[in-house]
């Protein structure tokens, strides 16, 4: 969506400082008064109603006439923000949209995090909440001290079956006996918002014994019961679903550096060499079945499908035992039963998944003598080489289930990618350094290999924008996905001393009597950013040059060309990886404070106003 | 061959001791341990590359040492399959980890293998090297075995692994939990 003066689609909307916001929110914090505001969703509010520091660089347009424009199959978002100079009880009330419109909306109470470290309060976690809602101020759980100001994240779903046009969303807080009503004008256009992403999102975990801390009232009332319960499986399946309405994935590996497997996430294996055998495929079937039928994924805003990519638990201590390495019995038993799993997906119809063999250990963590994640030294490609011929030993040559070997590269990516050509057709590859080499890409898709890029999660000290960076980077690069390498870690008290959030994009719901992780800010703009860059790709498919899309959306993002997107070839590339070091990488790849303190909150805004303008112009053309 | 012998072993060193059944039989399996390790071969794991690292202090990159981490594959894996058959002989799951003192005064030791489930009572996860825990300095003094249990519910037996100078080189942990939990450490 995007956010314009009322009445108007005049392309470039008219821009207006942040200042504007911070005089209007200064001014109206003046009055004893209550107040209801509503902001666009790329500036943040923090508790005494102030745009956020991190935001306030952004380039904004009036906040007190919003209104958003957004295409169909898509959400719209904005914050409301409710003041109370005085604090006491308040009810907040969303007025729904006509039946039949095609429009929902969902309204969230927005966490505010304290952060020890900047010693400030800044929203993401979003807890689900109904219209009328009912509290005060200061919020009796989030015990802010004198906090005078709460805010609201507005999420407006749009289906593709709403009539294009213009729709007004009517909200009003009711404080002390007055009555303040608020509109927000809601234009439709035409556009779709394509049902393929332009980039996969991919947002990962490990392991699985974490839910019992994330979750404690949950954990304490299932006791030991806990990991074998309709519950805990939900909660799993329910980690899917959330990363999946918001137009991403979500991965999460079942075993330890050392081999360890979770039971939920292989079957269970029984005897040993030549007899090795699955004996049981209840808890797998239990945990995957609704997630590779896509049935978990009913009644959702997006059509129900198949997870797209699953890690397999194949390690070197599963489903061979590592005692046997080089010797037939390992070549057996592990023939035997990944045979075995094929043939169970296969009669299960679970064609539409990639099943990856991946190897998430290092040498470091002692298990064992390679390097599976990140290898480093050249001696470790025999490994993989090992691997992809045990794989290919068990999976019938026509089999119509997906078998892919996934590695995760960085040190000596450039180097893996001709040495293991044929074995290894998976690559997710550490951003930066992947943008050393833009010559491979091509060659490694035509030669059917996926490729993807890695990185982190922005902090929300971070301006809002900075969750877009990657999505769009990737595009821009032409890298097919984007891992977040951890993103349900939030910390050991994320609610009164956060760490920035670095880690994790979603929150466990327990603390609100929720038995499923709930959303955040970030992840909200992550999602309208797909939704964006979806239109926009859609529009090369249908001719229009990408390279002159890719030129204008990042001049608009942050004033940068193609060029500033991708770093010259350094001299280091051409020494051995064996002597960098992790500065010497870091000195080979600094970027320019475009991509970092200066990139401002509303880049992202900026974009969408030029794919929504594209779009529809291109789409007024074809119908003519 | 080897597994019959060391059934023969376990069988005729089993005597009846007032410890846990669990600490017995760990204590079973760590007498096997100094039986059936190389210390020798225990030596050779960490390639003499890898160790040099070990000492280069670089204030830029706190990862250095990690990132040049290196084994000789032959020498590992000799000894972690060996390390494995080991915790075969443990009737509930269990692990023998591998431990090598640093330097000669003893002041510090590393992990060198661990194994599927990923116990310990002294591994801190992601370190490199630790300072020597007392039990440990005594089984590398003394050859003696030490039974430790300082979290309730893990028992570990360490044990002198010994070269063929008859010299103690490292130590096994051999490891159990008392309630074995199927997803812990998977992360």
Not at chain 1, 70 to 86: E, I, K, N, Q, W
């Amino acid at each position: 969506m995007l956010v314009l003066n009322r009445g108007r689609l005049r392309l470039p909307i008219e821009r207006l400082r942040c200042t504007v916001a911070l005089v209007f929110l200064a001014l109206s914090s003046l009055h004893a008064a209550p107040t209801l505001r509503a902001l666009p969703e790329h500036l943040r509010s923090d508790a005494f109603g102030e745009i956020i520091g991190a935001d306030r660089l952004a380039e904004s347009t009036a906040t007190s006439d919003l209104q958003l424009v957004t295409p169909r199959g898509a959400y719209a978002s904005c914050h409301l923000v409710v003041g109370l100079r005085t604090g006491g009880a308040y009810t907040l009330t969303l007025n729904p949209i006509a039946r039949g419109s095609g429009i929902e909306t969902s309204l969230y109470r927005e966490w505010l995090h304290y952060l020890p470290a900047t010693n400030e309060y800044i929203p993401d976690a979003l807890i689900p909440i109904k219209s009328p809602y009912q509290s005060r101020l200061p919020s009796p759980d989030n015990r802010i001290p004198a906090q005078t100001a709460q805010g609201f994240w507005l999420d407006i779903w749009v289906s593709t079956d709403t009539p294009p046009g213009n729709y007004t969303l009517t909200a009003r807080l009711v404080s002390s006996g007055e009555t303040v009503p608020l509109s927000i004008g809601l234009m439709v256009l035409k556009v779709e918002v394509p049902e393929e992403d332009a980039v996969v999102m991919d947002h990962n975990t490990y392991g699985t014994s974490w839910l019992a801390d994330q979750y404690p009232h949950l954990a304490k009332k299932l006791g030991r019961r806990f990991f074998d319960s309709a519950e805990y499986f939900h909660l799993l399946h329910a980690y899917h679903r959330i990363f999946y309405e918001h137009r991403g994935i979500f991965h999460q590996l079942g075993y330890g550096h050392a081999g360890k497997v979770s039971p939920e996430f292989a079957p269970k294996l029984e005897g040993r060499g030549k007899d090795r055998h699955i004996v049981d495929w209840a808890l797998y079937d239990r945990h995957y079945a609704p997630l590779l039928d896509g049935s978990a994924f009913r009644n959702m805003h997006r059509s129900a499908r198949p997870i797209p990519y699953v890690y397999l638990p194949i390690n070197p201590e599963w489903p061979a035992s590592f005692e046997n390495w080089g010797e037939p019995g390992y070549e057996r038993e592990f023939v035997n039963v990944i045979s075995a799993m094929e043939q169970h997906f296969r009669e299960k119809g679970w064609v539409n998944t990639r099943f990856e063999m991946f190897f998430n250990h290092k040498k470091r963590y002692k298990g064992f003598s390679w390097d599976g994640d990140e290898a480093r030294f050249p001696g470790d490609y025999g490994y993989f080489r090992e691997y992809a011929r045990l794989l290919h030993q068990a999976v019938p040559p026509n089999s119509p289930v997906q078998f892919v070997f996934r590695a995760d590269v960085s040190w000596t990516m450039e180097r893996q990618w001709h040495e293991l050509a044929g074995v290894v057709n998976f690559w997710v590859c550490g951003g930066g350094m992947f943008s050393w080499y833009p010559d491979h890409l091509k060659e490694l898709k035509e030669r059917g290999d996926t490729v993807w890029t890695y990185g982190g999660t922005p902090a929300v000290t971070e301006p809002s924008s900075h969750i877009s960076l990657e999505v769009l980077r990737a595009w821009i690069e032409g890298s097919q996905g984007f891992v977040r390498w951890l993103t349900t870690s939030p910390g050991l008290d994320p609610w009164f001393h956060f760490e920035g959030g670095t880690e994790t994009l979603i929150y466990p719901g327990d603390r609100f009597s929720l038995a499923e992780p709930i959303p955040s800010i970030r992840l909200k703009l992550e999602r309208n950013t797909l939704q964006d860059l979806a239109i926009l790709n859609e529009l090369t498919s249908r001719g229009t040059e990408a390279a002159s899309l890719k030129a204008a959306a990042v001049q608009l993002f942050n004033g940068t060309t193609l060029q500033d997107w991708r770093f010259p070839r350094p001299a280091l590339a051409n020494t051995d990886p064996l002597e960098w070091s992790n500065a010497d990488i870091d000195d080979a790849a600094q970027y320019s404070a475009k991509f970092g303190k200066e990139l401002d909150a509303a880049a992202w805004s900026r974009v969408r106003t030029y794919i929504y303008e594209k779009a529809s112009g291109e789409r007024a053309s074809a119908g003519r | 061959m080897r597994r019959l012998l060391c059934a023969i072993f376990i069988a005729a060193t089993a005597t009846f001791s007032a410890e846990s059944p669990q600490a017995a039989e760990l204590r079973r399996v760590a007498e096997v341990a100094s039986v059936m390790l190389d210390g020798d071969v225990c030596l050779r794991i960490e390639t003499p590359r890898s160790k040099d690292f070990a000492n280069l202090k670089d204030p830029r990159d706190p990862w250095r040492y990690g990132d040049n981490y290196d084994v000789d594959g032959a020498a590992f894996n000799q000894t972690k399959k060996t390390l494995i058959r080991l915790s075969r002989l443990c009737q509930h799951a269990c692990d023998v980890n591998l431990w090598m003192p640093v330097d000669s005064d003893l002041a510090s030791v590393q992990i060198v293998i661990r194994n599927v489930h990923e116990i310990s009572q002294f591994w801190k996860w992601g370190d490199m090297r630790q300072p020597m825990p007392s039990e440990m300095a005594r089984v590398l003094k003394t050859a003696t075995r030490v039974t430790v249990q300082h979290q309730p519910d893990i028992v570990s037996v360490l044990a002198p692994v010994f070269d063929s100078l008859n010299n103690v080189v490292g130590v096994a942990e051999v490891v159990g939990k008392t309630a074995p939990d199927p997803r812990g450490n998977v992360k």
